[in-house]
């Protein structure tokens, strides 16, 4: 998990844009000195993330804030599961539950989608991974999430590997010319990952010496040549367009690695509630 001082300064960025300097409603009609007590729920089944996210959300508004939890990140909830009951100032509780809830639900949104997608490979050499595909400033917990869900990640940003695109390639001339440029600068420790369209690209990826090769946008038939053509000489990465329907598929076909921007970039929220306990 990330350290607190990085999760604060998402949650602190969130509360300030959802309160302002004021919560008309709360601040109006609840006594500050009220306590209170309230359940997170799920409305849905899937996998839990970011509840102790979640949870710093109060303890960042509420001194007096407690909590008791009863999943942790990557448990499985069935519809119904109260996940935590917390208790503390009521006008606080029901200034932090929206950014809360954002972040649980989306967290959550986002480890059910790929342990859905983890899944459908079971059984094969295939790893899910991520993209860079993410929501600004939230890039770190949303690939937290992927991992709660079974998946891996792939790069954080541009600095954890080398990764030569369609641009890149153009810009120089080629799939040879890049990779030897690259290879000249590069200390030992970085890999080189190439970005191929057809079968001609995948050899000349091969040729110079990639680590991994892409096989952008190939279809089903174009992956199997891929796969056979490489033998295990580089890894495989399929990527472009594959969905819940044609994963099974491309994991069928033996590649290493598939990597889905949709768990990031299209996820639907869980459907997880804060419920106000009457009376305490």
Known sequence: MLPKFYIDEIILRALKEDINYIDVSADTVIPPEQDGAAVFLAKADGVLCGVDVAMRVFELLDDSFKAEVFKKDGDTLKKGDIIAKISGKTALLLKGERTALNLLQHMSGIASATSAAVELVKGTQTKITDTRKTLPGMRALQKYAVVCGGGFNHRFNLSDGAMLKDNHIDAC???PN????IRGKLGHMVKVEVETRNMEEV??????????????????????QAVAFVDGRAMLESSGGITLETLSGYA????DIISIGALTHSVKALDISMKYQKGE
Not at 211 to 223: C, G, H, K, R, S
Request: aromatic residues 6%; charged residues 20%.
């Open 173 to 175: 001339g080629g799939i």
């Open 178 to 181: 890049a990779v030897k440029i």
């Open 203 to 224: 050899a000349q990826a091969l040729e110079a010496g990639a680590d991994i090769i892409m096989l952008d946008n190939f279809d089903y038939d174009m992956t199997k």
């Open 252 to 255: 069928q076909c033996g590649v």
